[in-house]
Each structure stands twice: as structure tokens, then as C-alpha cells.
């Protein structure tokens, strides 16, 4: 099960070393190149590559796999094989040990992954090493509960024996957003092994390195050869192609609602199972008796951490009108502060992810002022000192005019806050009610009861009450409406992966 040495791994420096090396060359050492597919690299089948960039520099600093339907082909097949062999064949138990060596092998190499992301995504190093600390505990937690899916007994009378068995659905793509490589990753393939099934996962064109270096991981720590397989490239030549497979029994999908829609209409043809997660434009609601101070921090960490790039970012914030004015001019202040620049740098935002994302959200801006809102802060591209070639955003603040406006009604995925001001709770219910997703809510009050109408009221998929992001692994996330279907994490990401099977025996 060893892996070739056509793409060596990185080898493990220290963070400071790691730091030096991109900081020298612009790049790292080792980064595979090649597909991983049946547990070993695998170059691609029409020999083409593209290349990766620095969002903080604006420049490539990698080539991989440009792979195509062929190349999908042979890892549907690999983890087909993986599946109904050396995988399907292991015990619960023996899988939860093997998603525990992947969360020991991934402590001890955490910086190297860390380092990787920031790179690749451009997010602050910080925020990569959060993301890292998180696949640890998702790979912990699922490992723990892959002996833990249990059936149930059918009470049919005495004459008959009735159970459920929950069964792996089998082969399962992981269609991977740019946003949070590895994280988004993890969350999929982790319940996916857990519950016994093989993956062929495809992520962003722009983010390849950190999912084709955990399956290689994977491999180090038991698993067999094919139950986990990574094929690059673009949507288009590969992530097309794998969402249409006949031999994939589950599709999960991170993206935006058009992409999401035509991966639906693909699975269509083949009756494939689907778990879509389309992004959102959650709703901040801040009331007058709220912690103004706690408040603070909780907005600016939920629309700017990395860069307003997430899908659940509290991108809309609903202010009561007794506060609006100061808790808007505190906020302007902050924002004004806020230090921008490359990942590795001592900054509070980092770049968006390509030339063409800020392209997009400098386009929201412009038609948004255009149209009358008012921009309180930020509000155009930047060109940070030391990152002059890299693509930056000012954190911006929008005070929208109305509740049709795009600023409010549109997710525009990068550091861009819009404003609504509110009469009282029920008004604010109301705005975080009309748009067309339902992903995420979050509400600041002092008021138990307020929280819990506010929490029953509006339709997301979770509700953070004095905290926004609250949680983690153990809470399961997905949205409603035009935001997605199913769920991930928790206990409810694990059935995902699952069918039941009914069991029915008459006795003598």
C-alpha cells in the first residue's frame, strides 16, 4: 500500500523553516503533482497540468494534474474495487483505527498542512492552522463513532423477527469548494470512511494540494489502496464527469447554487444520492439589550475571517434601531484598522482566492453604490505594502436601502458586510427571512426568550445564539431552500453515508 515516489511528500519542516521557504522561493518542496488514485500517484491520462497561485502574491507557485474523464474513470474503478474488497471486508472497529492513526499522522505533520493551505488558499496562517486542529477532531470523532451505527429492532409480535441494518451506500464523490480545501474535505470523507463506503473526491482547480496530500496521509495509516482516491482539475473536465458516473452511488457538492443545480440534473440521470451545501446570506442579528462589546467581536469574525470567504459568513447584519448608530460607528472604526496582506504575514485579512473573485466582488460593490447604498467603509480592491501583486479586498460596510437589493439578497463570498437596520425582533425575523437561502442565523441578545423565538422563527439550518460559528464536528450543518439539502457533521453527516435495509423473519 506504499505510495510512489514520483510525487515525494513534503517533508516535515518546521513552521519557521516552512515560512522561510515561501518567503525565499514563493513555493515548498515535495508538493505532489500527480493524481492519487488506488493508493498510489498517478499521472494524468492525457498528460496535462495547470498550475496553482498564491492569492498573497497574485502568482503560481505549483503545477498539478489537469485530469479528465479517463482519469475519473480509473478511480471510480479503484474505489469500486476498495469497496467491494479490502474495505467493504473490514470490521467497524478496524475502521475507527484507521481514522485514528489519520488524526495522529495529521497532528504530527499539522504545520505542513497548514503551511500548504495558507499558501494555496491564501487564508491567514492562523486561520489554516484552526482549519488543520479541526480535521484532527473530525478524523477523532468519526473514528470514535464508526462502531457506533447501530440498527433498530421492529416490534412486529411475537411471530416475527424485524430489524434495520444501516448498510455504506458504496462509492461516493466529494465535489470540494475552494474555500476550505481541507476542511470541507474532511467533513465528507471522514463519516464517508467511517461508515465504510470509498470516495473519489475532485477539489477546486484553485486548491488541489491539501486533499491529494490526505489521501497519501490516509494511506500511511492503513487504509487500503483505492478507498480513498483524489483526481485534480477542473470542474469541466473532471468534476463533470465524476458527478455523472454511473459506478457513484452518493454525490456530496460544496459550491454555488447554478453549479449545485447542474451536478443535481446530472445525478438525476443516474438516480444518484446528493447532499448539497450552496452556500447563503446569513443574517447577524445584533438587539438593543445585547453585549455590544461581545457583539463586536462576533461580527467582525463572522464576515471577515477569511475574507467573507464561507459560506455560512454572517454576511447581512440586522441592527435594532435604539443601538444602530453607535454599534455602526464602533464597527466603521475597527474595520477601518484591520491590517490586510499575505497569509504569512501578522495581518488580520488575508487575499481572496483568484484574480476573478475579486473581479466578482468589486462588482457587487460598484452596482451597489451605483444603485444608492451608502458605503461606510472600505469598498474598492487594495494593494497592500508587501503584497502588491496579490488580490485584496478592503473590508468593506454597505448600508443597504432596501430588502430587493442585490447587496442583501445575492452572496457575494468575499470581506463585504451589508447593513439593515430593524424596529424590533419581529422585524429583524422578518428581513432574515427574505432572501432565498436559509443556511445560518445568528442573534446577540441578553433576552433567553428573544433567542428562542428568534431560533424557531427563522429558517436556517443552524441558529448561533452569542456566538457566532459556535460549535464544531458534533453539530450537524446544512442548509434550506436555495442554501442546500442535507446534512454533514454530527451523527446525522455519518447516516449520510448510510441506507437502510429492512429485515423482516417470520418464526415457527
Known amino acids: 500500500m506504499s505510495a510512489s515516489l514520483a510525487n515525494p511528500t513534503l517533508a ?106 495558507c499558501l494555496d488558499s491564501g487564508k491567514r496562517l492562523s486561520e489554516a492552522q484552526g482549519d488543520v486542529r479541526g480535521v484532527i477532531r473530525a ?96 470542474g469541466a473536465r473532471a468534476g463533470a464527469p465524476l458527478v455523472a458516473h454511473p459506478g457513484i452511488h452518493h454525490i456530496t457538492f460544496t459550491g ?10 446530472a445525478a438525476a440521470e443516474n438516480v444518484t444520492r446528493l447532499v448539497l451545501e450552496l452556500g447563503g446570506k446569513s443574517p447577524l442579528v445584533v438587539l438593543a439589550d445585547a453585549d455590544l462589546d461581545i457583539a463586536l467581536e462576533g461580527v467582525l469574525e463572522a464576515i471577515y475571517e477569511n475574507a467573507g470567504q464561507i459560506c455560512s459568513a454572517g454576511s447581512r447584519l440586522v441592527l435594532e434601531r435604539p443601538i444602530a448608530d453607535e454599534f455602526l460607528a464602533r464597527l466603521v472604526a475597527r474595520v477601518e484598522k484591520l491590517r490586510l496582506g499575505h497569509g504569512l504575514d501578522a495581518v488580520d485579512v488575508g487575499p481572496v482566492n483568484s484574480a476573478l473573485q475579486l473581479e466578482r466582488i468589486d462588482a457587487h460593490v460598484r452596482r451597489a453604490e451605483a444603485a444608492g447604498n451608502g458605503i461606510l467603509a472600505g469598498g474598492g480592491i487594495v494593494h497592500p505594502a508587501g503584497a502588491e501583486g496579490g488580490w485584496f479586498f478592503a473590508p468593506t460596510i454597505v448600508l443597504a436601502r432596501g430588502l430587493d437589493d442585490p447587496i442583501v439578497t445575492e452572496e457575494i463570498f468575499g470581506p463585504v458586510l451589508a447593513v439593515q437596520i430593524v424596529g424590533d425582533l419581529d422585524e429583524a425575523i422578518h428581513v432574515a427571512n427574505a432572501t432565498e437561502f436559509a443556511l445560518v442565523a445568528g442573534i446577540y441578545t441578553a433576552s433567553f426568550d428573544k433567542a428562542q423565538r428568534f431560533a424557531r422563527r427563522v429558517d436556517a439550518g443552524q441558529v448561533y445564539i452569542n456566538e457566532y460559528f459556535a460549535g464544531g464536528i458534533e453539530v450537524p450543518f446544512g ?21 437502510t435495509k429492512s429485515i423482516v423473519a417470520r418464526l415457527r
Not at 147 to 167: C, H, Q
Not at 481 to 493: D, L, V
Request: hydrophobic share 45%; net charge neutral; glycine share 12%.
Open 139 to 234: 478524523f477523532e470523532y468519526y473514528a470514535g463513532a464508526a462502531d457506533k451505527l447501530e440498527g433498530a429492532s421492529l416490534p412486529l409480535g411475537r411471530n416475527y423477527l424485524g430489524f434495520t441494518l444501516d448498510e455504506p451506500v458504496g462509492v461516493c464523490a466529494q465535489v470540494i469548494p475552494w474555500n476550505y480545501p481541507l476542511s470541507t474535505a474532511a467533513r465528507g470523507i471522514a463519516p464517508a470512511l467511517a461508515a465504510g463506503c470509498a470516495i473519489v473526491a475532485k477539489p477546486a482547480e484553485q486548491t488541489p494540494f491539501t486533499a491529494l496530500m490526505l489521501a497519501e496521509l490516509a494511506t500511511r495509516a492503513g487504509l487500503p489502496d483505492g478507498a480513498l482516491n483524489v483526481v485534480t482539475g477542473t
Open 12 to 117: 516535515a519542516p518546521t513552521l519557521a523553516e516552512g515560512m522561510a521557504e515561501i518567503r525565499a522561493t514563493g513555493t515548498l518542496t515535495g508538493l505532489p503533482r500527480d493524481h492519487f488514485i488506488a493508493g498510489r500517484w498517478t499521472p494524468p491520462a492525457s498528460g496535462a497540468r495547470m498550475d496553482s497561485a498564491d492569492p498573497g502574491r497574485g502568482a503560481p507557485f505549483a503545477a498539478f494534474a489537469n485530469g479528465d474523464a479517463e482519469d475519473v474513470d480509473r478511480a471510480v474503478t479503484a474505489a469500486r474495487a476498495a469497496f467491494t474488497g479490502a474495505w467493504g471486508d473490514a470490521s467497524p472497529a478496524e475502521r475507527g483505527r484507521v481514522l485514528q492513526r489519520m488524526a495522529s499522522l495529521l497532528r504530527a505533520e499539522a504545520d505542513r498542512f497548514a503551511l500548504v493551505e
Open 479 to 499: 442548509g434550506n431552500r436555495k442554501s442546500g439539502f442535507g446534512r454533514e457533521k454530527g451523527m446525522e453527516g455519518l447516516r449520510s453515508y448510510c441506507r
Open 256 to 265: 454555488s447554487v447554478p453549479t449545485g443545480i447542474r451536478v443535481m440534473q
